[in-house]
């Protein structure tokens, strides 16, 4: 069985690594785009089953030495070592070649915004935020902040697989600490709700013109005298759907424009997603949910500098790190547990 799926991977992927090269292929932007997709999925599980190879001809020729009477200590280690080896690529290989989530490569876009809990959500809001940027420098990737307000920031990472790590922060994240306005140091519960979308490209989504309504008006918020006089702010508003969307940081209104675009190509994305597999939890509203206490994938005790994830029952006494951006460990063991789910519900299905 091992042997077919190291057959169906290094077809496959032969067949990729010319397409990709192919001008025809290049041509058609759609087409390049799903090629390189799978092209980047594959190419550590054929990296996996070159290594499989090796390991599996080095065995076969230990064995062969081994039954022309070659059987010293030193063939019989080399095959030891090449059996442990296969058996380790095997399970490697397995992991590797479950279905994960189509948009794994993709960058996303971070929306935070306050929940329960008054000014101290808002507060809290921007403490995530931080957490968040810090943790995706940290890996490598690109931030751009999109819209930041008090209580609300919406930002963009890029970078390969930008999704396959944040989509585990999307959620209600729960504080329990002494806010600043508290006079009387009594402890309070806050939370804030992150959703993190999928960057849609053009080619993922169209969006026809006539199905938008641009809305231009004067900010509101700091930014400039440029920002506060003239009418830069963009509000876009697509009918079918009711979704609605501001932007207003920049002093231009075509980067407004483009801002308020990219986000609302992202949310019609997930939509369909959403529609079209109504178990996917890339829905917003499931993501984010109501923000009251009770609904919270994380919680942050500042008394006990502990952060706890509750869908991995992970606990960390290092909260400082955490709100750093040291969120590695917690990436790795959701990581492992989508896997491992992920792998027990294809052994489940056949």
């Not at 479950?98 to 876009?109: F, L, R, S």
């Not at 606990?315 to 917690?330: E, I, K, N, R, S």
């Amino acid at each position: 069985m091992i042997e077919a799926l190291v057959e169906r991977i290094e077809t496959r992927f032969a067949e990729l690594s010319q397409e990709i090269t192919d001008p025809e292929v290049i041509s058609d932007r759609e087409r390049y785009a799903q090629v390189g997709r799978e092209y980047r999925r594959l190419e550590d599980a054929a990296a996996l089953a070159a290594r499989w190879r090796r390991a599996s001809d080095d065995a076969a020729g230990a064995r062969e030495l081994i039954a022309e009477g070659g059987d010293d200590e030193e063939v019989r280690e080399l095959l030891a070592q090449s059996e442990a080896q296969i058996a380790e690529l095997e399970e490697e290989l397995r992991l590797a070649m479950v279905e994960g989530d189509p948009n794994d490569a993709k960058n996303v876009i971070v929306e935070i915004q306050g929940g329960t809990g008054g000014e101290e959500a808002g507060i809290w809001a921007g403490d995530l935020q931080r957490m968040l940027m810090r943790y995706a420098e940290a890996r490598g990737f690109q931030v751009e902040s999109l819209e930041a307000s008090e209580g609300k920031y919406t930002f963009a990472i890029k970078g390969d697989g930008a999704y396959s790590v944040f989509k585990f922060e999307g959620g209600t994240h729960r504080v329990q600490r002494v806010p600043v306005t508290e006079s009387q140091g009594r402890i309070h519960t806050s939370t804030a709700t992150v959703a993190v979308l999928p960057e849609a490209e053009e080619v993922d989504v169209e969006v026809d013109p006539n199905d938008l309504q641009v809305d231009v008006f004067r900010s509101s918020g700091p930014g400039g005298q440029s920002v506060n006089t003239t009418d830069s702010a963009v509000r876009i508003t697509h009918r079918p759907s009711g979704l609605v969307v501001s932007m207003q940081d920049e002093k231009s209104q075509l980067q407004n424009r483009e801002k308020a675009m990219r986000v609302l190509r992202a949310r019609l994305y997930e939509q369909a997603i959403a529609e079209q597999n109504a178990e996917i939890a890339a829905d917003r509203r499931a993501q984010v949910g109501t923000g009251e206490r009770s609904e919270k994938i994380r919680t942050y005790n500042y008394p006990d500098r502990r952060v706890t994830d509750h869908r991995v029952k992970l606990t960390v006494h290092d909260l400082d790190a955490v709100l750093g951006g040291d969120l590695g460990q917690f990436t790795a063991a959701l990581q492992a547990d989508e896997k491992s789910r992920l792998l027990a519900a294809q052994a489940e299905g056949g």
